[in-house]
């Protein structure tokens, strides 16, 4: 049994100093027996007596490796990290008077960190005299936040506060590498200019035969 773990967080072995346990383990039935008893089944066995849980009564040990067993711990812990989501927050600013061309730029780029996760702050900074437009800059991150919907979902409301209209938008969750192609996708042509479908002639082809004197011009 190896006793020498460095910077050991639990008591293992002759380091338990309690009455009674309840040992537990890999197909071994949950019991309650004596420390000596139980420290004779971890060395029959060839593993550790590790306590787990202290403060329960009787005190909870588990017989089990104590490398295998700290193994575990750290890989459980590092799953648990992973797991836990990390949301920046990415400012994105307007004027009042956006136009179409800078406001598709800052769709994509908005579309991109949504996507990635990210909490989109879109805001509308009123310079001067231009707070005289601020049902403009309301309007504007109202159809900032509609063509985000498939994207994101508004958290709050456009909210002034000084010069600054305030609106936030979470991230909806994705469906892997599908959802990437449609963003990609969307994204492109939100910054793509709008073409105009090209017009249909108005001359009629005539397949047949060409007889002389007839005109097929509409």
């Given amino acids: 049994m190896k006793r020498d773990e460095k910077k050991q967080q639990y008591r293992i072995n002759e380091q338990i100093r309690v009455r009674e346990v309840r040992i537990v383990g890999d ?9 000596q008893r139980a420290l004779q089944m971890a060395e029959q066995r060839g593993v550790d007596l ?5 403060n329960a009564e009787p005190p909870v040990c588990r017989l089990i490796d104590y490398s295998k067993f700290v193994y575990q711990q750290k890989k ?8 836990q989501t990390v949301v920046n927050v990415k400012e994105i600013r307007f004027g009042p008077q956006t136009d179409d061309h800078d406001y598709n730029f800052k769709l994509k780029h908005a579309i991109g960190f949504l996507s990635d996760g990210d909490k989109v702050k879109a805001y ?3 310079k001067g005299r231009s707070i005289l437009f ?37 991230p909806k969750k994705t469906s892997g590498q599908q959802a ?23 001359r ?3 397949t047949g035969p060409k007889v002389e ?4 011009d509409d």
């Fill in 27 to 35: 197909d071994i039935e949950s019991m309650v027996v004596s420390t």
């Fill in 50 to 54: 590790v306590e787990i849980s202290p």
């Fill in 76 to 83: 459980k812990q590092k799953e648990m990290k992973a797991k």
């Fill in 124 to 126: 509308v900074f009123f």
């Fill in 134 to 170: 601020k049902e403009q800059g309301e309007v504007l991150l109202l159809r900032f936040a509609s063509d985000l919907e498939e994207y994101g979902k508004v958290e709050s409301l456009p909210v002034l506060e000084g010069k600054r209209m305030t609106m936030f938008i979470a």
């Fill in 180 to 202: 990437k192609k449609t963003v990609e996708a969307n994204a492109d042509a939100a910054e793509a200019p709008v073409k105009k479908a090209p017009q249909q002639k108005a």
């Fill in 204 to 206: 009629k082809e005539y």
């Fill in 213 to 216: 004197g007839e005109d097929f």
